[in-house]
C-alpha cells in the first residue's frame, strides 16, 4: 500500500539501465525519509507516502485559457503538461530541449528516487556572452489526478552571460499531486541568473523542490522562493561555491494559513575564497500553519574573505501556527564574516494601533504590517512581474483588497 | 463638538483618569496641562481609542456619538486625530503611500471612491508646503529613521492630509527645536478653522506661544483641578504647578 508500491510496481513495467537499477535498490532500501534523519526531523513524511498515487501520467490536452491562468504571459514559455513537453520557445543563444541524462549528487533518497525513475524534464543551455533579455517562464501543468511526477531539469549557463527564469508547478485540478523536482544549475564564469519560484499550487499539493547550484568564478546566482500554495512544500536549495568573487542570494517569502507546512532546507557550500552568500527567509504563518527553516552554512578551510549572512525572521499570526528555526554554521577558515539572525514574533500592537487612529481597518492594518514585514524579501526580486504577483497573493491570502503601489 | 462626562479608566489595576470632564466646541483650543503622571497622555489615547486602557465609567461624546462604543478606525472616520507623543516606525511602507491608505479608508468608510491620483499629489504637495516638508521626504518609510523632529512633523502633515474635526495633539513639541516648533505650530494655525477643535497636550507653556489656547486646563492625579483661560498658561510658567497641587491635595485630604 502507499507511494512505495505504487512506485514499485511502476518499476517494473519500465526499462532501466544496470546503473539506474542499482540507483533505485538504494532508493528501497532507505526508503522515503523519517522525522529520525536529521534533516528531516521537523517535516513528516509519512501522510504524503501513505497516499495512492498514479504515476502514468494521463496527458489531457490543456485548454489554451488554462495555460493563460496560471502563467505571468511572458514572452518565452516553456510548457509541460503531465510531463509532456508541448511548448519550447526560440531565444538567439539558447538551446532548450526536452530530459536528458546528467550527472548529478544522490546524497539523499529522494534524489536517488529522481535520478532512477525520473524520465521527463527540461535541458537548457545559455551560451557565452548572451544576454537574454525577456526572462524564461516554465510551466509544470498537471491534469492527472493523484499523480505523483518526477522531474529533472538542467540549466547550463555559459561565460559572461545572463539569464532569469520564472518557475510555476500547478495542479489542474484539486486532488492530492506529489512531486519530486530536481534542478541542476550551472553557473559558469563571469554569469548572472536569477530563478523565481512561484510555489502557490492547490490546496492538496505536495512537493519535493531540489535546487543543486554549481558556481564558477566571478558569478552570481539568485533564488527566489515565493510559497503561497500547497499542502506539503519542501525546498533544498544547495549552493556550492567553485570559485573566488561568487555571490549566491537567496530571498523566500512563506505566507501559509490552514494546516499547510513549508520547509526551506538551504546550503551554502564555500569552497573558495572572496566569495559571498546572503540568505532572507520570512514567513507568515496563520491557522494551524507550520514552517521550518534550516540554514546550514559551510567555510571550508581554505576559504578565506568569506562574507555569509543569514537571516530568518518569522511573523506567528495565530495560536496554533508554528516555525522551527535552526542556524547551522561550520567554519573552518578564521578570516571570514558570517553572521545569522532569526526572529519569532507577532505584529506590534503599538503599530496596529497607530495605524487604526488613521482610520485603517483591523485587518487591513495587519495585512500592511505583515506586507511591510515580508516586503524586504520581495523587493529583492528583479522580475517586475513576480513581485507584483507575489504582492497581490499576499493581499489575497490575508483576505483584504489593498492597492499597495505608489 | 466633544463632551467628556466623568470618564474613568485606567490600565488593569491602576485607575489612571478618576472623573474627567471636558467640553469642546468647534472652533476652540484647549490646552491640557500638569506635571508628568498626571494622565495627560492617557486621556489621549483613551480619546483616541487605545485598547490597553479599561474604560470603568463615564461618556465620551463626539457629535452625538458615544465614542467609547467605537474602534479607533471608526473614531478616526468620525474625525478624530492623534498626533502621538512616540509616533511609531513602520518599515516596508513609505509615507505617502500610508496616507494614501489613510486617506482612501476613510473614504471608503463614508461611501466615497479613492480620491484620484491627481487630486492626491495636489494636497501632497500644497501640505508639503505648509509644513516645508522636501519631496525625498514621500519616498521614505514611515518614520523610519527619522529625527524626532521629523517624526513629529509627519505626524503634522498627516493630519494636514487627512483634515481631522477635532486634533489631539500630544506633546507635539517635545523633541522639536525652535525653528520646527514654529513650522508645526504655523501648520497647526492654518489648519484651525471654525469647523474644527484641538486638544494641545503640554507639559510646558513654550507650544502656547505659538498655538494660541482660548481655555487652559490643569490636569492633576486624574483630574481637573483647574481651567482658565490662556492667562493660566503664562502663570504656571511663572508659578510652576506646585501651588495648584499643594491646593488639590489638600482638598482631598
Same mark, same amino acid.
Given at each position: 500500500?502507499?507511494?512505495?508500491?505504487?512506485?514499485?510496481?511502476?518499476?517494473?513495467?519500465? +526499462?532501466?539501465?544496470?546503473?539506474?537499477?542499482?540507483?533505485?535498490?538504494?532508493?528501497?532500501?532507505?526508503?522515503?525519509?523519517?522525522? *529520525?534523519?536529521?534533516?528531516?526531523?521537523?517535516?513528516?513524511?509519512?501522510?504524503?507516502?501513505? =497516499?495512492?498515487?498514479?504515476?502514468?501520467?494521463?496527458?489531457?490536452?490543456?485548454?489554451?485559457?488554462?495555460?493563460?491562468?496560471?502563467?505571468?504571459?511572458?514572452? =518565452?514559455?516553456?510548457?509541460?503538461?503531465?510531463? *509532456?513537453?508541448?511548448?519550447?520557445?526560440?531565444?538567439?543563444?539558447?538551446?532548450?530541449?526536452?530530459?536528458?541524462?546528467?550527472?548529478?549528487?544522490?546524497?539523499?533518497?529522494?534524489?536517488?528516487?529522481?535520478?532512477?525513475?525520473?524520465?521527463?524534464?527540461?535541458?537548457?543551455?545559455?551560451?557565452?556572452?548572451?544576454?537574454?533579455?525577456?526572462?524564461?517562464?516554465?510551466?509544470?501543468?498537471?491534469?492527472?489526478?493523484?499523480?505523483?511526477?518526477?522531474?529533472?531539469?538542467?540549466?547550463?549557463?555559459?561565460?559572461?552571460?545572463?539569464?532569469?527564469?520564472?518557475?510555476?508547478?500547478?495542479?489542474? =485540478?484539486?486532488?492530492?499531486?506529489?512531486?519530486?523536482?530536481?534542478?541542476?544549475?550551472?553557473?559558469?564564469?563571469?554569469?548572472?541568473?536569477?530563478?523565481?519560484?512561484?510555489?502557490?499550487?492547490?490546496?492538496?499539493?505536495?512537493?519535493?523542490?531540489?535546487?543543486?547550484?554549481?558556481?564558477?568564478?566571478?558569478?552570481?546566482?539568485?533564488?527566489?522562493?515565493?510559497?503561497?500554495?500547497?499542502?506539503?512544500?519542501?525546498?533544498?536549495?544547495?549552493?556550492?561555491?567553485?570559485?573566488?568573487?561568487?555571490?549566491?542570494?537567496?530571498?523566500?517569502?512563506?505566507?501559509?494559513?490552514?494546516?499547510?507546512?513549508?520547509?526551506?532546507?538551504?546550503?551554502?557550500?564555500? *569552497?573558495?575564497?572572496?566569495?559571498?552568500?546572503?540568505?532572507?527567509?520570512?514567513?507568515?504563518?496563520?491557522?494551524?500553519?507550520?514552517?521550518?527553516? =534550516?540554514?546550514?552554512?559551510?567555510?571550508?578551510?581554505?576559504?578565506?574573505?568569506?562574507?555569509?549572512?543569514?537571516? !530568518?525572521?518569522?511573523?506567528?499570526?495565530?495560536?496554533?501556527?508554528?516555525?522551527?528555526?535552526?542556524?547551522?554554521?561550520?567554519?573552518?577558515?578564521?578570516?571570514?564574516?558570517?553572521?545569522?539572525?532569526?526572529?519569532?514574533?507577532?505584529?506590534?500592537?503599538?503599530?496596529?494601533?497607530?495605524?487604526?487612529?488613521?482610520?485603517?481597518?483591523?485587518?487591513?492594518?495587519?495585512?500592511?504590517?505583515?506586507?511591510?514585514?515580508?516586503?524586504?524579501?520581495?523587493?529583492?526580486?528583479?522580475?517586475? +512581474?513576480?513581485?507584483?504577483?507575489?504582492? !497581490?497573493?499576499?493581499?489575497?491570502?490575508?483576505?483584504?483588497?489593498?492597492?499597495?503601489?505608489? | 463638538?466633544?463632551?467628556?462626562?466623568?470618564?474613568?479608566?485606567?490600565?488593569?489595576?491602576?485607575?489612571?483618569?478618576?472623573?474627567?470632564?471636558?467640553?469642546?466646541?468647534?472652533?476652540?483650543?484647549?490646552?491640557?496641562?500638569?506635571?508628568?503622571?498626571?494622565?495627560?497622555?492617557? $486621556?489621549?489615547?483613551?480619546?483616541?481609542?487605545?485598547?490597553?486602557?479599561?474604560?470603568?465609567?463615564?461618556?465620551?461624546?463626539?457629535?452625538?456619538?458615544? %465614542?467609547?462604543?467605537?474602534?479607533?478606525?471608526?473614531?478616526?472616520?468620525?474625525?478624530?486625530?492623534?498626533?502621538?507623543?512616540?509616533?511609531?516606525?513602520?518599515?516596508?511602507?513609505?509615507?505617502?503611500?500610508?496616507?494614501? @491608505?489613510?486617506?482612501?479608508?476613510?473614504?471608503?468608510?463614508?461611501?466615497?471612491?479613492?480620491?484620484?491620483?491627481?487630486? %492626491?499629489?495636489?494636497?501632497?504637495?500644497?501640505?508639503?508646503? %505648509? %509644513?516645508?516638508?522636501?519631496?525625498?521626504?514621500?519616498?521614505?518609510?514611515?518614520?523610519?529613521?527619522?529625527?524626532?523632529?521629523?517624526?513629529?512633523?509627519?505626524?503634522?502633515?498627516?493630519?494636514?492630509?487627512?483634515?481631522?474635526?477635532?486634533?489631539?495633539?500630544?506633546?507635539?513639541?517635545?523633541?522639536?527645536?525652535?525653528?520646527?516648533?514654529?513650522?508645526?505650530?504655523?501648520?497647526?494655525?492654518?489648519?484651525?478653522?471654525?469647523?474644527?477643535? @484641538?486638544?494641545?497636550? @503640554?507639559?510646558?507653556?513654550? $507650544?502656547?506661544?505659538?498655538?494660541?489656547?482660548?481655555?487652559?486646563?490643569? $490636569?492633576?492625579?486624574?483630574?481637573?483641578?483647574?481651567?482658565?483661560?490662556?492667562?493660566?498658561? $503664562?502663570?504656571?510658567?511663572?508659578?510652576?504647578?506646585?501651588?495648584?497641587?499643594?491646593?488639590?491635595?489638600?482638598?482631598?485630604?
Amino acid at each position: 500500500m502507499g507511494l512505495i508500491n505504487n512506485i514499485k510496481s511502476y518499476s517494473e513495467g519500465i +526499462q532501466i539501465s544496470a546503473e539506474k537499477k542499482e540507483i533505485f535498490s538504494s532508493f528501497l532500501t532507505n526508503g522515503f525519509p523519517t522525522t *529520525k534523519d536529521e534533516e528531516w526531523k521537523y517535516t513528516s513524511l509519512k501522510k504524503v507516502i501513505a =497516499n495512492e498515487y498514479s504515476i502514468e501520467n494521463k496527458g489531457e490536452v490543456i485548454d489554451l485559457s488554462v495555460i493563460e491562468k496560471y502563467s505571468l504571459e511572458f514572452e =518565452n514559455r516553456i510548457i509541460f503538461s503531465d510531463g *509532456k513537453l508541448i511548448n519550447t520557445p526560440t531565444i538567439k543563444g539558447v538551446s532548450i530541449t526536452g530530459f536528458s541524462e546528467f550527472e548529478s549528487k544522490t546524497t539523499d533518497s529522494i534524489l536517488q528516487l529522481n535520478k532512477a525513475l525520473s524520465q521527463n524534464g527540461f535541458t537548457i543551455s545559455v551560451d557565452k556572452n548572451t544576454v537574454v533579455e525577456n526572462p524564461i517562464e516554465i510551466l509544470f501543468l498537471s491534469t492527472t489526478e493523484n499523480s505523483f511526477s518526477q522531474y529533472r531539469n538542467q540549466i547550463s549557463i555559459g561565460e559572461n552571460s545572463e539569464v532569469k527564469f520564472v518557475e510555476r508547478i500547478q495542479n489542474i =485540478n484539486n486532488s492530492a499531486s506529489f512531486v519530486n523536482h530536481f534542478t541542476q544549475i550551472n553557473c559558469d564564469k563571469n554569469t548572472k541568473s536569477e530563478y523565481n519560484k512561484i510555489q502557490n499550487n492547490t490546496a492538496k499539493s505536495q512537493l519535493i523542490d531540489t535546487v543543486n547550484v554549481y558556481q564558477e568564478q566571478d558569478s552570481t546566482c539568485n533564488i527566489n522562493t515565493l510559497i503561497f500554495g500547497g499542502s506539503f512544500t519542501r525546498n533544498n536549495l544547495n549552493f556550492e561555491q567553485n570559485g573566488s568573487n561568487c555571490e549566491s542570494n537567496m530571498n523566500g517569502v512563506s505566507v501559509l494559513n490552514d494546516n499547510q507546512l513549508a520547509d526551506n532546507h538551504t546550503f551554502v557550500d564555500h *569552497k573558495s575564497a572572496h566569495c559571498r552568500s546572503n540568505e532572507m527567509y520570512k514567513g507568515v504563518y496563520l491557522g494551524h500553519s507550520k514552517g521550518i527553516f =534550516n540554514g546550514k552554512i559551510m567555510v571550508r578551510p581554505d576559504a578565506q574573505k568569506i562574507d555569509a549572512f543569514q537571516s !530568518n525572521n518569522n511573523l506567528l499570526l495565530s495560536n496554533t501556527s508554528s516555525i522551527d528555526s535552526k542556524p547551522q554554521l561550520e567554519i573552518y577558515a578564521d578570516d571570514v564574516k558570517c553572521s545569522h539572525g532569526c526572529t519569532i514574533g507577532q505584529l506590534d500592537d503599538d503599530a496596529l494601533f497607530y495605524m487604526r487612529s488613521r482610520g485603517i481597518g483591523i485587518e487591513e492594518a495587519k495585512a500592511v504590517l505583515t506586507y511591510a514585514f515580508a516586503s524586504e524579501a520581495i523587493e529583492n526580486i528583479s522580475v517586475e +512581474q513576480v513581485k507584483t504577483l507575489a504582492k !497581490n497573493l499576499l493581499a489575497q491570502k490575508l483576505n483584504v483588497d489593498l492597492d499597495f503601489s505608489l | 463638538m466633544l463632551k467628556i462626562n466623568n470618564l474613568k479608566a485606567g490600565i488593569e489595576d491602576n485607575q489612571i483618569l478618576k472623573g474627567i470632564n471636558l467640553e469642546i466646541k468647534a472652533g476652540e483650543v484647549h490646552a491640557i496641562m500638569g506635571p508628568n503622571g498626571s494622565g495627560k497622555s492617557t $486621556l489621549a489615547s483613551v480619546i483616541a481609542g487605545k485598547e490597553e486602557y479599561d474604560v470603568e465609567g463615564g461618556e465620551i461624546d463626539f457629535e452625538g456619538a458615544d %465614542l467609547l462604543d467605537l474602534t479607533p478606525e471608526e473614531r478616526a472616520h468620525k474625525g478624530v486625530f492623534l498626533s502621538f507623543q512616540y509616533p511609531v516606525e513602520i518599515p516596508g511602507i513609505s509615507v505617502s503611500n500610508f496616507i494614501k @491608505t489613510s486617506i482612501n479608508e476613510r473614504r471608503k468608510a463614508a461611501d466615497l471612491d479613492p480620491m484620484p491620483a491627481k487630486e %492626491l499629489l495636489k494636497k501632497l504637495r500644497d501640505k508639503m508646503e %505648509l %509644513l516645508s516638508i522636501d519631496k525625498g521626504y514621500l519616498s521614505r518609510n514611515m518614520n523610519e529613521g527619522f529625527s524626532g523632529g521629523e517624526k513629529k512633523r509627519n505626524e503634522i502633515f498627516q493630519m494636514a492630509m487627512l483634515e481631522p474635526k477635532l486634533s489631539i495633539l500630544d506633546e507635539t513639541d517635545s523633541g522639536l527645536d525652535i525653528d520646527a516648533l514654529r513650522i508645526v505650530a504655523n501648520g497647526v494655525n492654518k489648519l484651525r478653522s471654525k469647523d474644527n477643535a @484641538t486638544i494641545v497636550i @503640554t507639559h510646558y507653556q513654550r $507650544l502656547l506661544d505659538y498655538i494660541i489656547p482660548d481655555f487652559v486646563h490643569v $490636569l492633576y492625579k486624574g483630574r481637573i483641578v483647574k481651567s482658565g483661560g490662556k492667562e493660566l498658561a $503664562l502663570e504656571l510658567e511663572e508659578k510652576g504647578y506646585d501651588w495648584i497641587t499643594k491646593e488639590a491635595d489638600k482638598k482631598w485630604a
